[in-house]
């Protein structure tokens, strides 16, 4: 059993991609997109902790190739795989294919300097001390990082381990406080750029960073031109997994944290291309298999993020693992109270079932609805589901992992029509109507079944 078991551990030890690389949009000429590319690398392992990477190519405008920082080209065209040659971005040397060579987990801050963050409820500031992942934040004790238990490694380790030290000496040369150079793996996700434009008097469209999740339970702020981190965030709920993460044992089990794709939604009120005073940058993810809650963050200021809002179950009644990623549009819902004054609006499905994991095809009590929320202050306006929603409809046994397809037929900028699609093969339209409170709010219904459900 075991010679089989390293026989397949053995195979999976090769550095693969399942996130597709990503682009920009270039916020000065919304028709086109840059030609950098970000490709969010992962590698198998049989251990808890499975090694990531993200790093940064471009696209020849005459090739059509992705090239790397010397102009050669980065792809096998037979395999599909970097050529060992090949020079990411802010890499040194060459990389290739070599999942934790180069790219932005070479770019760490030292242990010491980095800015790594939780949010433990004192201040929404994220540079505040009381959200510090550091040995001075009263905060951050042992109940917050789920040690304490005879074997545990101690507090100190812990952070130091967080913060990016080789606390563990996974390399085994004795050395606790030398860096990692470590970044978890991107599994599912996919990163995601903000450009803030620099100023009106000196615009650039390098003033930017790059946003991802990893499986380590960390949301990444990457500068744009550098690879340099700027900072990290880690919920509160993935504080327990960095012991996990120090002792790193060898399991049959995946490791989840952040395993979703952050989305940007830019307030630009003049459409200039720069965020300046007045313009608003928000972001959310979703956790995937890592957990059913969801984070928002102001990110105007790129460093010094603050948090929003989180939700969970018990702010969006019968979620699932939040497999949907925040589909950001505008909302009109007459609440007698008010939305945000963007009408700034997030649609989410309702997300997975583990259900689903099996072989029989089940009705689901988790993940089987629809949301609509306030972006900026995170309030439910509006929800469908089978029972106890402002649109109640029969035919949603299934959960929605999915992301939701919105389009706005009028050019108003606001939501007009949604398609969704479920785990039990459903295709559902639905139409907005906005202006009009919850109850009428949104009509529609399933218009195909193509499922053997």
Not at 376 to 398: I, K
């Amino acid at each position: 059993s075991t010679a089989l078991t390293n026989i397949v551990t053995e195979i999976l030890d090769t550095s693969a991609t399942f996130s597709a690389p990503s682009v920009s949009i270039n916020s000065f000429n919304r028709t086109r997109n840059l030609n950098d590319v970000f490709v969010a690398l992962f590698e198998p392992s049989g251990n808890l902790h499975w090694p990531g990477n993200l790093k940064r190519y471009r696209v020849d405008p005459v090739s059509d190739e992705i090239v790397d920082v010397n102009g050669d080209a980065a792809v096998d065209p037979v395999t599909g795989f970097f050529v060992d040659t090949a020079q990411s971005y802010w890499s040194a040397s060459a990389d290739g294919s070599d999942v934790g060579a180069g790219g932005a987990a070479h770019e760490l801050p030292s242990p010491g300097s980095r800015n790594v963050y939780t949010y433990l409820g004192a201040s929404n500031a994220l540079t505040n001390g009381a959200n510090a992942i550091d040995t001075s934040n009263a905060l951050l004790d042992d109940a917050a990082l789920g040690i304490g238990n005879p074997g545990d490694p101690s507090r100190a380790a812990v952070i130091a381990f967080a913060q990016g030290a080789d606390a563990a000496d996974f390399d085994g040369d004795g050395n606790l406080t030398e860096a990692r150079n470590m970044i978890g793996d991107p599994l599912h996700g996919r990163p995601v750029t903000a450009i803030y434009g620099g100023t009106p008097a000196s615009p650039d469209i390098d003033d930017a960073a790059i946003y991802f999740g990893t499986n380590d339970g960390y949301l990444h702020a990457i500068d744009f031109a550098t690879g340099a981190e700027l900072w990290s965030f880690i919920p509160e709920e993935f504080l327990p997994t960095q012991a996990a993460l120090f002792e790193n044992d060898a399991t049959n089990n995946k490791n989840y944290g952040i395993d979703g794709s952050p989305v940007i939604q830019r307030v630009d009120v003049n459409n200039n291309g720069i965020i300046e005073t007045g313009d608003r940058v928000y972001m959310y993810f979703g956790m995937r298999r890592g957990g059913s809650f969801i984070y928002a963050l102001d990110i105007t200021n790129k460093t010094a993020p603050q948090f929003m809002w989180k939700l969970d179950t018990s702010d969006l009644p019968g979620a699932g693992q939040s497999w949907s990623t925040p589909l950001a549009t505008k909302v009109l819902v007459d609440t007698g109270s008010g939305q945000n004054s963007d009408h700034l609006a997030l649609v989410i499905g309702g997300g997975y079932d583990l259900d689903q994991d099996g072989n029989t095809a089940v009705t689901d009590n988790e993940g089987n609805a629809l949301y609509i929320v306030d972006s900026v202050s995170g309030t439910l306006l509006w929800h469908a589901s089978d029972a106890g929603a402002d649109r109640n409809l029969s035919a949603m046994q299934y959960s929605i992992p999915g992301d939701i397809k919105v389009i706005d037929i009028d050019s108003d900028t606001y939501a007009d029509r949604m398609y969704v699609t479920d785990m039990g093969g459903q295709l559902w339209r639905f139409d907005i109507s906005n202006g009009q409170p919850a109850s009428n709010l949104v009509a529609g219904g399933v218009i195909a079944q193509v499922g053997g459900a």
